[in-house]
């Protein structure tokens, strides 16, 4: 298979990359490239200028944003992205709950939703784990009761990530509890700011605020915020999940993590060298650059092979190896710092802040083989679907 990119795949990728580097704003750019958290405002007018060009929502129907790209363009379009350390489009909205309300939304949701949600005039959240329930989703206890023209809604939703921000969250609740747990799940349209609805931080181990509980009692609902059918939910909620998993391997954002890295390197000494001259710390990024090549490699023949539209199996592949390899990344970058990486927003310790921004993003990058399908998920689908086991 010839995985080299066609002429107009050049220029296309020579376009966007121009276009990254040059329209997106440099504070933002670097703030992603050391790893700094990103405020609200830098989301938002980030993903306006990409929309403002078509390139915030290019897996949309073309009605409401999209793109008539190819699988390849599409691979292009966010591994540019990412080499450029440009914020992606927020996921929540541009990879959730966008495609499913443009799949299964009534006409008016559409026009009501779909404009302000590619645009980030709306910033949805997510509201499916719960307690109880999250690898085993399908167990959720949020009830919505129907009354007239509305649901009452009460229960709660934990790890709401960035709901500290949101105006909206897409909710998966319980309609039916007399059926099978998957048939009687529906998913509504809830106002952050409604009555009832109250949002509660959770402080992370490096003590930044990223996710949140969310509460719900006896929250009104209008009938109109449901999402397709009553009951259907569960069908959505596959369909949203196979959307988040996209480009989840971020290939890109591995490979500029790398290259800081062996920038870093080369600037502290050790002996009579540097830390990049040191056999044993070149050894290792080598091999995690020789690793993140064949799964690049692997993402190009995924994606070359992906035309037809039907799902690839070895798409876990990639979600596996990705993930770990973003840890992997991230760990290199802590050991380049050494002792330097204790210390964490302290101002008043000689520690440079790229060191003390190398623990958090260790720290945080741990998730990442959990969402999206936890590792031991991917390997029993690699097991059955690719080894036949």
Known sequence: MNL?????ERAF????????TTEIPADVRSKVAAGKPLGKDDFIATQRILHARGLAVPNWPVEWGGQEWTPM?????????????????LPFNASMI???????????????????????????????????????????KTRAVRDGDDYIVNGQKTWTTLAQHADWIFCLVRTNPDVKKQAGISMLLIDMNTPGVTRRPIKLIDGSHEVNEVFFEDVRVPAENLVGEENTGWTQAKFLLGNERTGIARVGATKVRLARAKSLAADIAVGDGTLLSDPIFASRL?????????????QLRVVAGSADGKPNPASSLLKLRGSELQQAATELLVDVAGPDSLPSGASDIDSPEWAQLTTPAYLNTRKVTIYGGSSEVQRSIIASSILGL
Do not use: Y
């Open 73 to 89: 363009q599409r691979n292009i379009w966010l591994s540019e992205m990412q080499l450029a350390s440009v914020p992606e489009p």
């Open 286 to 298: 080598a091999e995690l650059e020789n690793e993140l090549l064949a799964l690049e490699l692997t």
């Open 13 to 20: 990728r020579d376009e966007l990359r121009t276009f990254f």
């Open 4 to 8: 080299k990119l066609t002429e107009e």
């Open 98 to 140: 966008g495609p499913v309300i443009a799949q299964f939304g009534s006409q008016d949701m559409k026009e009501r939703f779909l404009p302000k949600t590619a645009n980030l005039d709306i910033w949805w959240c997510q509201g499916f784990s719960e307690p109880e329930a999250g690898s085993d989703l399908a167990s959720l």
